[in-house]
């Protein structure tokens, strides 16, 4: 209930300052719009540039897919073969 009271009040006393000092709000406002303006803006490109690297880094990066299926299919086919005759000559002894 405290903060209730304590916050209606900072709005009226709020919305006084504001009829009262009108102009120095809008100066203020004219000065902050621009810097604001400027931080989001540099910011913005510090996220895309950040972004675009990524997918340059990502770019680079050989994935599993890009290897060619038949390639690994007969790598792990030979493998099969050698690892069946290794274990046929164990049983054979």
Not at 6 to 19: F, K
Not at 27 to 32: E, H
Not at 35 to 64: H, I, R
């Amino acid at each position: 209930m405290k903060t209730l009271i304590g916050g209606a009040i900072a709005a009226v006393i709020g919305v006084i300052g504001l009829a009262i000092w009108f102009n120095a709000f809008l100066q203020l406002l004219a000065g902050a719009v621009p810097v604001m303006l400027l931080l989001g803006g540099c910011l913005a490109l510090y996220l895309g540039f950040d972004e675009l690297k990524d997918t340059w880094q990502k770019e680079g990066e050989v994935s599993p897919m890009d290897t060619e299926p038949e390639t690994e299919l007969e790598k792990y086919r030979k493998e099969n073969e050698e690892l069946k005759k290794e274990i046929e000559s164990l049983k054979a002894k």
